[in-house]
């Protein structure tokens, strides 16, 4: 069965670095046939894509254009587990913030408990 | 980007009564060589992460009861709930899985009238 379990900070100051952390049982970051993603969910914007990573003989990194400045996913294979980073947090960085998994050619089908994460003085 | 537009934003509807939520795609999300549409169907209540319950347009998933169906191809799609209970107050996304970034509609919330 596999499970994601997500941990951090659920507060961050305004110009600082939002960090968070999926670890992954039951399946692999170096799968080949997944991709890891980090999504928001907020009020204002609703289910928000951030980015992914994924492994293909080589590691690949997608990240929604709004955000790659700002952003970075990185897998750890010696933990089995991947990060989000996200520089330079606003107050609209406010959200509940889920790691999921999409299998190729699939919906996201498993899914963190969530981390909400509060951007405030 | 293919943007996804969900329609309406809120619905009330009475207890046992049909809910229907559609959700239009800026391009076809219809895949020519296998005929399957990339489109899902996620129920999201509060405290807890998002649930698919439609997959492919139309296939539900495991243990998803059968009040909830999904139709549509191409560009435009429904959600059906037939008749709505209780524990059905959420609110509702339509996501693709066409093309990356994986993109979502904007949420439809279903409460009790």
Not at chain 1, 86 to 108: G, K, Q
Not at chain 2, 9 to 28: F, H, P, W
Not at chain 2, 92 to 113: A, H, L, S
């Amino acid at each position: 069965q596999v499970q994601l379990q997500q941990s951090g900070p659920g507060l961050v100051k305004p110009s600082q670095t939002l960090s968070l952390t999926c670890a992954i049982s039951g399946d692999s970051v170096s799968s080949n046939s997944a991709a890891w993603n980090w999504i928001r969910q907020s009020p204002s914007r609703g289910l928000e894509w951030l980015g992914r990573t994924y492994y293909r003989s080589k590691w690949y990194y997608d990240y929604a254009v709004s955000l790659k400045s700002r952003i970075t996913v990185n897998p750890d294979t010696s933990k089995n587990h991947f990060s989000l980073q996200l520089n330079s947090v606003t107050p609209e960085d406010t959200a509940v913030y889920y790691c999921a998994r999409d299998p190729d050619w699939a919906p996201f089908d498993i899914w963190g408990q969530g981390t909400m994460v509060t951007v405030s003085s | 980007d293919i943007v996804m537009t969900q329609s309406p934003d809120s619905l009330a509807v009475s207890l046992g009564e049909r809910a229907t939520i559609n959700c239009k795609s800026s391009q076809s999300v219809l895949y020519s060589s296998n005929n399957k549409n990339y489109l899902a169907w996620f129920q999201h209540k509060p405290g807890q992460p998002p649930k698919v319950l439609i997959y492919w347009a139309s296939t539900r998933e495991s243990g998803v009861p059968d009040r909830f169906s999904g139709s549509g191809s191409g560009t435009d799609f429904t959600l059906t709930i037939s008749s709505l209970q209780a524990e059905d107050v959420a609110v509702y996304y339509c996501q693709q899985y066409y093309d990356t970034p994986r993109t979502f509609g904007g949420g439809t919330k279903v409460e009790i009238k």
